[in-house]
């Protein structure tokens, strides 16, 4: 029993040791299960029954609780007492970019942007077709929904191993995309991402185990969101 407490206590003191001052003045009283630190883990837009069964609740409960949290936890931890600590997360993904020096930062910054991302693009009822203005443009830019629909799950499929699928605007015309492990679409000037999907295996091998193809076929028919993605895409126009 005193060796679980004394580990713990060390554990803990390992954590706030690192924290600058000032990051521990802004949070004077952090939850014991929440890192203390610049950065929130938000919670997510629907319960973690909602987007079952094409996601399950089990799914979602490690995704978000254990891998989303870790990102959060380990950005939070990185930054501490520099300057990245007062930016934006926006701000610390497109700042350590393609800079070796600070890839952990950027993994786990970007893996936190991108998961903020996936949980916006997806909802409970979710699939079926976009509203008018962005058909018409997927029509203009894919030659149809059917077209677009099957080079979005080409996308996602052809990432091999870790990564990311994305519907975006680049300098005005829709786009899709994929990105290995944390990297993004968001750090490139003139681009706008509307849609995620994320192909790392923990997003669905609880649900499908190495069917990836079931899990992309599932998300883009009846979870994605295309009102967030019309938010998106009317931002993208100023
Ligand atoms: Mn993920």
New binding site residues.
Partial sequence: MSNARSATVSRRGLIFGALAAGALSRFPAPALAQAAGPFQLAPLPYADTALAPAISANTLGF?WGR??RGYVDTLNRLVAGTPLAAQSLDDVVKNTAGRPEVLAIFNSAAQAWN?DF?WKSLKPNGGGMPGEALRARIDQDFGGFDRFRQEFANAALGQFGSGWAWLAVANGRLRLGRTPNAETPMIQPGVTCLLTI?V?E??YYLDYQNRRADYVAAVIDRLLNWDFAAEQFARSRG
């Fill in positions: 995704h891998h989303h998961h996936y994320d790392w923990h997003a």
